[in-house]
Each structure stands twice: as structure tokens, then as C-alpha cells.
């Protein structure tokens, strides 16, 4: 196992991840290969009273910490057996490692729309899948956990029986945003559809995942810049990588969403002065969840909660919470 200190070559390499707007300041890294290194990490940290954190990509970090810093990334074996329906992870593997590794069996993880993010970092936080309506969240298909102090080792989970996906996105000039958003919002959505509205600057886009056949035409209330939907392999709606940035981020998780409520939420990210990008998942389905919906902010800036509270305080009676997926660089 490698270990770094600041001023070490390869101690920025090691700490950088793929938010680019905020590192770990760590006092120590262990880049740890297997179990016996995370426990002589968490020893190290545990017997010196300092914090510590692990990362596998970076995709999440909110707090750095200043003590020990447990890279993971080196620890990335992926197992899966077929006649158990079964994947085995360690510490620091992606989705992409898994959904290639499964799919040669026809079988498919819950991952989310983004194939390079951590397998236990998502799940840990529930794990929103491309297909959550239809099969729950990715905590739900756990199978076993090995852990030492609160770092997972490694995880056992369930795959489902799923090769091919209907799946695919429209894009409408923003202009069309109150009409396509007032048909998202109409939608009865079919249980087996899971479904996401995203502003995006200049262009509205809504994306939608089943391993069943359905009907949009409803929402084709505008022209679309783009409109592609198709069957297709898993692995191809399952995200492709993104390169490393900075952004920012955060999410409540509402009792409901009236249409009202809706488009001042949407209008304030619009008008908020910076750079705010909305996003709207339907929840429901077999999700075993009180919340009816899921709104998220994104921003290519840091430091720019105060709008996000401004936004939020437009649905302010319906929040219930937070999820810990989707909290970047915030908090
Ligand atoms: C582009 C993008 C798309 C995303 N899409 C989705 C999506 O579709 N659905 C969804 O649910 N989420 C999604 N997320 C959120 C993502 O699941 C979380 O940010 C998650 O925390 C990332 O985990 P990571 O390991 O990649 O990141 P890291 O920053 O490396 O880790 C994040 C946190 O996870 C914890 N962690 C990671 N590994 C371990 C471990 N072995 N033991 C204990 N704790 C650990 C730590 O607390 C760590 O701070 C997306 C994020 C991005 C940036």
C-alpha cells in the first residue's frame, strides 16, 4: 500500500477526484489494496483521534476532511455468479466494471445515469436507478456488507434478469419549458416508467427507462431539438462517463408537487442569477418511499446555496428531507 503526505509526490493526484472544485485536505492518504490496509487506516485515524473519509471517485464529496483520507480506487475487484443472480464489489468499484461484467450473463445492476460513480458511495445513499420505479432503490437488493469501522470493504448485491432497456431522451428549446412541463406533469406515469425533467440552460430534457414498452406522444407538445428513444442494451442507458469538473449540488425530497409550486421553483433556478440547472424525478412505482418526488439542483459554480434555498423555499410545505445522493460540495 502507498501512503502519501502533503508535499509528497503523487499526494495530489491521490486526493483528486472528479469534483475539481474541492479537495480533500487530508494530513495523511492510504491508498489502501485490500482489507488489512483499510484496517490499518482506520487504526491510524482511530488511534490519533482524527477524522477520516473515503473516497472511491470523488463524485461526492461535501465535507473534505483534514485527517485521513482512505483512496480506494486500487480495490476494485467486481465477482459475479450468474446462478445466484449475485455481483461482489470491493471498496472502489464503479457501476461500469459491474454493468459490463453482468451483462455478459444478461443480467443488469440498479445504477443510476452515470456509469462512473462509486457502486457503495451510490448505494450507501439509496442508489436512484435509470430503472428505480420499477425495481426499487439499489439498498434494497443487498445482499451482505463486510466492514471495517463504518468503511464497506466489500458488498454483496442482487442483479436483475434485464439485457435490454426501452429508453432514450427528448430535448426542447427552454422557451417550451411551461408547456413541457405542465405535460410532465399531467403524465399518469406508468409504475414501470421511471422518468426525470431536467432545465438545462437553453434546453429542457426529459429522459424515461423501462424493460416495457411506452407511450410519450402526449409529451411531444413542442418541436424537439432532439427525440430519440429506442430498445437498447443496458449498459447504453446506464450513462456514459463524464470528465472531471466542478459543480455543486443539493436536493429535497417532497410529500408532492403541485403544478404551482413546480413552475415558481423552475423560474426561480431560472432567474436566480448564476447558473442553476432543475431536475424533477417522479418517485412512486415499487419505490417503498413516503416521498412523491425528488428535486435536484446542480450548478457549475461553488458556493451557491443561498439560491438554492431560494428554490427550495418555493415547495418549502411539501419537503420531507434530503437524500445524501445528489449533496455535492454543499454542507
Ligand atoms: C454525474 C453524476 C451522476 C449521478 N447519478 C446518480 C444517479 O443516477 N442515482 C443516484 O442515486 N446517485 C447518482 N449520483 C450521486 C452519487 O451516487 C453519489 O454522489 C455517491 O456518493 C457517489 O459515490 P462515489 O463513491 O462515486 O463518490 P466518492 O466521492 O468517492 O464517495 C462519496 C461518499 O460515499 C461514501 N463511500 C464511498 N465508498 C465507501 C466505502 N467503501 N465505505 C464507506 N463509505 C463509502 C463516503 O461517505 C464518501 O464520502 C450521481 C453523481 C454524479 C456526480
Known sequence: MQIFHPGDPGYDDERSGFQTGRKHEPSVIFAVENAQ???????????RDLDHAVQT???????????VLISTKRMNKVEIDPATRTAR????????????????????PLSGDASDVGVIGYTLGGGYSVLAREFGFAQDRVRAT??????????????????????GEMHFDAQHAEAVFDAFHKWDLPDHVTTTITTLGDVVRLTCTSTKRFDIDHLRVAPRLKDEFARKPFAEAAGAPLPPHTYSGDNVLLSDL?????????????????????????LGGVLNTEATHLLKLISPQLNVEEHYEEVFDEVRPFV????RNFRYAVG
Open 320 to 323: 420531507l428531507g434530503k437524500s
Open 89 to 108: 464489489t470491493e471498496a472502489g468499484a464503479v457501476w461500469q466494471q459491474v454493468i459490463e461484467k453482468a451483462a455478459r450473463h444478461g443480467l443488469a
Open 57 to 67: 471517485t470523488g463524485h461526492g464529496l461535501t465535507t473534505a476532511t483534514t485527517g
Open 37 to 47: 490496509d483499510v484496517q490499518e487506516a482506520v487504526t491510524y485515524a482511530e488511534t
Open 258 to 282: 403541485p403544478l404551482d409550486a413546480l413552475h415558481r421553483a423552475r423560474t426561480k433556478a431560472e432567474n436566480a442569477g448564476v447558473p442553476i440547472f432543475l431536475s424533477i424525478m417522479p
Open 146 to 167: 463486510d466492514k471495517i469501522g463504518n468503511v464497506i470493504t466489500a458488498m454483496e448485491f442482487e442483479l436483475l434478469r434485464v439485457d435490454e432497456v426501452h429508453a
